[in-house]
């Protein structure tokens, strides 16, 4: 069994920052590719970022140059810094990771955290 368990959400003003975390656990044989994504109230679920074990990283145009994702490979977590927050970033955000178990090592299957909710106001 695998679990993601987010931290870091929260009200925060405009132009502010945020960190979210997520650790993974369990019988992980490999983390693979690593991400987030958001789904704002009333929208669809959209892809924030990847990062995979490499350190490769790609975003959503919407938060380039405002948004950073990073991980630690030896702990089994990824963060998402959350730079020049606008009211359009309010979202229950969600971190996902390409995980192979340790009882079926050629199998990655995606996991999902619970969400962290992310509010931007004033």
């Known amino acids: 069994q695998v679990q993601l368990v987010e931290s870091g959400g929260g009200l925060v003003q405009p132009g502010g920052s945020l960190r979210l975390s997520c650790a993974a656990s369990?019988?992980?044989?490999?983390?693979?590719?690593m991400g987030w994504y958001r789904q704002a109230p009333g929208k669809e679920r959209e892809l924030v970022g990847v990062i995979t074990s490499g350190g490769n990283t790609n975003y959503a145009d919407s938060v380039k140059g405002r948004f950073t994702i990073s991980r630690d490979n030896a702990k089994n977590t990824v963060h998402l810094q959350m730079n020049s927050l606008k009211a359009e970033d309010t979202a229950d955000y969600y971190c996902?990771?390409?995980?192979?178990?340790?009882?079926?090592?050629?199998?990655?299957?995606?996991?999902w955290g619970q969400g962290t909710q992310v509010t931007v106001s004033s």
């Open positions: 996902t990771a390409d995980i192979a178990n340790i009882g079926a090592p050629w199998k990655p299957v995606k996991y």
């Open positions: 369990g019988s992980i044989f490999r983390i693979y590719v």
